[in-house]
């Protein structure tokens, strides 16, 4: 009982529900969606619903483990890793595309997107690669072999095709190597290679579909009925909310079918319509406040491991974020990334929660804070 009670009062509460502030704009949106009789409006909604529940619950187990031993053991976590690398090659080899991509592994009834889970591994690889080596980071192989942990599913991803991921990926690497202590130098030198590498990969790996999405990025005039019509659509749901959004239930954009993907891809421009520009305000807010508190547990790790994570899970969200919004508003490429906590799925969903159980158990499980708890409980001061 002591145990369960010094874990409620442990959990950042701000943070909590901050995300399900997020969870229930989306569930919120998700359920407006549809024409009006129609059956399968309830899909999205029913649907996430359980996977909100299991999300939850995986967040409660993650709380009782003790994350800390991944600081000295390694065993599990490159396991962890090399599992979902043959996850990833499963998608690529022998599973079937949807929507272009072979981005989900079929478990059943169910399907699940390992891009998503490599994730959390990485946060925690790269966490305990950098931390171990604060003072190494300056030499350039730390970095190259940092890379190639990371390169070997990003191309994996990229392979799908799965270019929004696979970018994630990149950012990830390099804003957990900024923050780990990279020299300016070898930014720079990153810099230059990023340079040769887009322009190899706009010439021989884009396939003809990426480049068209990058020029109607560019001009989404251009073809407005094929290539320009996802972001166009996208743009006028934004512009169409105006101040105070068109109510709940009354986006025309999703419900007629109009904005395609609306319940991932492009959420955001479907909650913005009915929402508004009052309503994208408050969203914002919430989702700040998830960004900041996340790093605020950073901030009083206890070691440079904990910091490492929370900092990558931080850039991790809002990098997932701004590009989701940023395609939504036509300042982006379309790229496919979802929105975090807020877009339908139940793969990325899982591991925010996941990553946020992992965050908040190595809160709870710093030194001195449970030997603070128990002297106050033995006090009588925390009541069982």
């Not at 065993?75 to 595309?97: E, P």
């Not at 899970?313 to 975090?340: D, E, R, V």
Request: charged fraction near 10%; aromatic fraction near 14%; include cysteine.
């Amino acid at each position: 009982m002591k145990n369960i009670v010094q874990t409620i009062k442990s959990i950042d509460w701000i943070l909590m529900l901050s995300s399900l502030m997020l969870v229930f704009f989306g569930l919120t949106t998700m359920r407006s969606f549809g024409v009006a009789g129609d059956i399968s409006v309830q899909y999205f909604f029913t649907r996430q619903i359980v996977w909100i529940a299991l999300s939850l619950i995986i967040f409660c187990i993650a709380l009782f483990i003790d994350w800390g031993f991944f600081k000295t053991n390694s065993v599990f976590l490159i396991l962890f890793y090399i599992i979902i690398l043959l996850m990833l090659v499963v998608v690529l080899v022998g599973n079937q595309s949807v929507r272009g991509a072979e981005s989900w592994l079929n478990v059943g009834f169910i399907k699940l997107e390992p891009s998503e889970f490599m994730k959390p591994v990485l946060l925690l690889l790269l966490a305990k690669y950098f931390s171990r080596r604060h003072v190494e980071i300056a030499r350039i192989r730390t970095l190259i072999v940092s890379g190639i942990y990371v390169f070997i599913p990003t191309l994996l991803v990229f392979l799908q095709p799965d270019f929004g991921s696979a970018a994630l990926l990149g950012f990830l690497w390099l804003g957990m190597s900024l923050v780990g202590g990279i020299r300016i130098r070898h930014l720079i030198s990153l810099f230059v290679v990023g340079l040769i590498a887009a322009i190899f990969i706009w010439q021989f790996l884009l396939l003809p579909y990426q480049k068209s999405r990058i020029v109607s990025f560019v001009n989404p005039g251009s073809d407005v009925r094929g290539t320009g019509y996802h972001s166009t659509q996208s743009m006028i749901a934004v512009g169409a909310g105006e101040l105070l959004g068109r109510g709940i239930g009354y986006g025309t954009q999703s419900r007629l079918a109009f904005l395609p993907e609306h319940e991932t891809d492009f959420i955001f421009a479907a909650f913005a319509e009915e929402w508004g520009f009052v309503g994208v305000l408050i969203f914002l807010l919430f989702f700040g406040i998830v960004v900041w508190r996340i790093l605020r547990t950073g901030i009083y790790a206890e070691s440079n491991f904990e910091r490492l994570f929370s900092a990558g899970l931080s850039l991790l969200i809002f990098f997932q974020a701004s590009i989701h919004i940023g395609m939504n508003m036509g300042i982006l490429p379309i790229t496919g990334l979802s929105m975090p906590l807020v877009s339908y799925g139940g793969s990325g969903l899982v591991t925010i929660f996941l990553s946020m159980g992992i965050l908040q158990s190595m809160s709870l499980h710093k030194k001195g804070v449970l030997l603070d708890f128990e002297r106050r409980y033995e006090d009588g001061i925390v009541g069982a």
